[in-house]
């Protein structure tokens, strides 16, 4: 475990470093993969532009890619601001709640759920992140309903 520790302390410096040689602007100090995914989540649950914006510099690259099937393509942190503000217009009320990260190398996936004012689940889905190698999110490519069945 201590092996694990030393390796992903190592890689996750040498990542810093390329990023900073790279002229992209570190992460927050700390930011975890779940502190990406909670602040990103969050960033769907404000209303308040400038805190979403916020939120979105914090964690989403300048030229970072949100797609989902409703069609929805957000290039940088902008336009994915005024994508989340267009549907808190189109469904007022709702929320999202997303789960913990399953991350491996530069990928993480994610289930979330969009619940309505009454607390009830309107759909629920999975995000597919790439990060940047500053810790960022470069690309979210996100799925509706549940996965789909393996044949028998």
Same mark, same amino acid.
């Not at 694990?4 to 810093?16: D, P, R, T, Y």
């Not at 009320?93 to 990928?107: D, E, I, K, V, W």
């Given at each position: +475990? @201590? #092996?694990?520790?030393? =390796?992903?302390?190592? &890689? @996750?410096? /040498? &990542?810093?470093?390329? &990023?900073? +040689?790279?002229? %992209? #602007?570190?992460?927050?100090?700390?930011?975890?993969?779940?502190?990406?995914?909670?602040?990103?989540?969050? /960033?769907?649950?404000?209303?308040?532009?400038? %805190?979403?914006?916020?939120?979105? %510099?914090?964690?989403? /690259?300048?030229?970072?890619?949100?797609?989902?099937?409703?069609?929805?393509?957000?290039?940088?942190?902008?336009?994915?601001?005024?994508?989340?503000?267009?549907?808190?217009?189109?469904?007022?009320?709702?929320?999202?709640?997303?789960?913990?990260?399953?991350?491996?190398? =530069?990928? +993480?996936?994610? =289930?979330?759920? @969009?619940?309505?004012?009454?607390? #009830?689940?309107?759909?629920?889905?999975?995000?597919?992140? %790439?990060?940047?190698?500053?810790?960022?999110?470069?690309?979210?490519?996100?799925?509706?309903?549940?996965?789909? =069945?393996? &044949?028998?």
């Amino acid at each position: +475990m @201590l #092996k694990l520790a030393i =390796s992903l302390g190592a &890689a @996750l410096s /040498a &990542a810093l470093a390329g &990023a900073a +040689m790279a002229g %992209e #602007k570190p992460p927050a100090p700390g930011l975890t993969p779940a502190e990406v995914v909670a602040a990103h989540c969050a /960033a769907w649950n404000t209303t308040d532009r400038a %805190e979403r914006d916020r939120l979105l %510099e914090r964690v989403f /690259a300048a030229d970072g890619v949100y797609a989902d099937p409703t069609p929805t393509y957000a290039a940088g942190r902008a336009a994915l601001s005024a994508t989340i503000a267009d549907f808190q217009r189109q469904t007022p009320g709702a929320r999202f709640r997303c789960s913990a990260p399953q991350t491996h190398h =530069s990928a +993480m996936r994610v =289930s979330w759920l @969009l619940q309505g004012g009454d607390g #009830k689940t309107i759909t629920q889905g999975q995000d597919f992140y %790439e990060l940047a190698p500053n810790g960022q999110i470069r690309r979210i490519t996100g799925f509706f309903g549940p996965a789909p =069945s393996v &044949a028998p």
